[in-house]
Structure formats: structure tokens, C-alpha cells
Antibody
Framework: EEQLVESGGGWVQPGGSLRLSCVVS????????IHWVRQAPGKGPEWVSR????????AYADSVKGRFTTSRDNAKSILYLQMNSLRGEDTAVYYC??????????WGKGTSVTVSS | QSALTQPVSVSGSLGQSITIPCSGT?????????VSWYQHHPGKAPKVIFY???KRPSGVSDRFAASKSGNTASLTISGLQAEDEADYYC??????????FGGGTRLTVL
């Protein structure tokens, strides 16, 4: 079964940092681009970032550019989302999802991040 | 590109049909951007139910249909069943290597 499992969420104070992980199984990570998508409480999903197969091309939403960094280790079948300078508006459930060119076909269940003092 | 626009909620009785619109899906001149739809039961992983405007992945009930006309995409669910109660999101590529989602529609099956 093709799966993505996020972890690393939790509570952090404004200005703090967290690193989320996304472990994949059931498919070869190096063959796919991966997105990070988040959903704040009571809101629709927001696309956060996209990383290509080998990590040489990464895109970010304007809302996180300069604060978040996406990376991947294909050999370990894992991706990371390093989140720095966190703000209250970053509070959300964060999902990793597999790219299929025009859509996202496999999603994890998400990991919750709360930024609050 | 701004978020795509969906109604916050829709409801329908068991066996009835409902349609969820998603507006704002227009493409820049000379380009075409596809719309995908996702079903999300809270606490579970979102599930793609349509891609490239109207293509249904295997395993998705044919009670679900999707289309796109101009700058509005639509998701129709016929023969509503209790398990269809969920959140539904549309999504499209927004250009410049970015993606945009709709605000989501909560479907209540009465």
C-alpha cells in the first residue's frame, strides 16, 4: 500500500521552529515530486511547498517563503519541512502529498502544528 | 491567484443529488489549468476523487461526476449516501509553480 506518514508536529511559541517529517512507503520516493499542504482550523487547504524528484527544484507559497525549507532524502524515503520563525497563522494540520503532474494522488493523514504563546 | 470559491456548505437528503461549484478556475491566455477534487473525512487522509477536470480514479463511485465550463468547475454527487458526508475541495495549478485550493464545502447528508 502506498503511504505517506507525517510526524513532528506539536506546540511551539511564536518565533520558534519545528521540523516535520514525511515517511513514504509502498512506492519509490525518487520517482515523484511531493507537496506540502496545510489546513488551518476552519479554513480550506493551502498549498505550502513542492519539491521535485531530486530536490533540485523547490517552490514555496509566498506566505512561507524565507521561513520554511523543504528537503528530501530519497535513500531514506523521507521528506522534511523545516519551519522557522513560526507565527500564529502557521497553526494548521500539515499534509504531505504525492504529485501526479496535474493533481495530488496520495495523501498522509497530517500532523498538527500549533503556534501559540 | 486567489483561492478558488466554493460554497461553505451544501446539504441533501439520502438519495438526492447535489452540485458543488468551484469558481475562479480560469487560465492565463494560451494555457489550460486542470481542476482536481478531493474528499476529506475529518481525521483521515484526503482522497482524490477527480483529476484533470473530470477523470475519476478507479475505485471512486460513478455516483460522482465532475465537469468544467469556463472558469467554473462543478462536482455532482447523485444518489446521496451517508458516507458521502465529508468536506470537498477543488484545486488547480495557479501558475509560477504554485497551487491553489478552494475554501472547501461541507456536505451534510440529511
Amino acid at each position: 500500500e502506498e503511504q505517506l506518514v507525517e510526524s513532528g508536529g506539536g506546540w511551539v511559541q511564536p518565533g520558534g521552529s519545528l521540523r516535520l517529517s514525511c515517511v513514504v512507503s509502498g512506492f519509490t520516493l525518487s520517482e515523484y515530486w511531493i507537496h506540502w499542504v496545510r489546513q488551518a482550523p476552519g479554513k480550506g487547504p493551502e498549498w505550502v511547498s513542492r519539491i521535485n524528484n531530486d530536490g533540485s527544484s523547490i517552490a514555496y507559497a509566498d506566505s512561507v517563503k524565507g521561513r520554511f525549507t523543504t528537503s528530501r532524502d530519497n535513500a531514506k524515503s523521507i521528506l522534511y519541512l523545516q519551519m522557522n520563525s513560526l507565527r500564529g497563522e502557521d497553526t494548521a494540520v500539515y499534509y504531505c502529498t504525492r504529485d501526479r503532474n496535474n493533481y495530488m494522488d496520495v495523501w498522509g493523514k497530517g500532523t498538527s502544528v500549533t503556534v501559540s504563546s | 491567484q486567489s483561492a478558488l470559491t466554493q460554497p461553505v456548505s451544501v446539504s441533501g437528503s439520502l438519495g438526492q443529488s447535489i452540485t458543488i461549484p468551484c469558481s475562479g478556475t480560469s487560465s492565463a491566455p494560451g494555457t489550460y489549468t486542470f481542476v482536481s477534487w478531493y474528499q476529506h473525512h475529518p481525521g483521515k487522509a484526503p482522497k482524490v476523487i477527480f483529476y484533470e477536470d473530470s477523470k475519476r480514479p478507479s475505485g471512486v463511485s460513478d455516483r460522482f461526476a465532475a465537469s468544467k465550463s469556463g472558469n467554473t468547475a462543478s462536482l455532482t454527487i447523485s444518489g446521496l449516501q451517508a458516507e458521502d458526508e465529508a468536506d470537498y475541495y477543488c484545486c488547480s495549478w495557479a501558475g509560477s509553480n504554485t497551487w491553489v485550493f478552494g475554501g472547501g464545502t461541507r456536505l451534510t447528508v440529511l
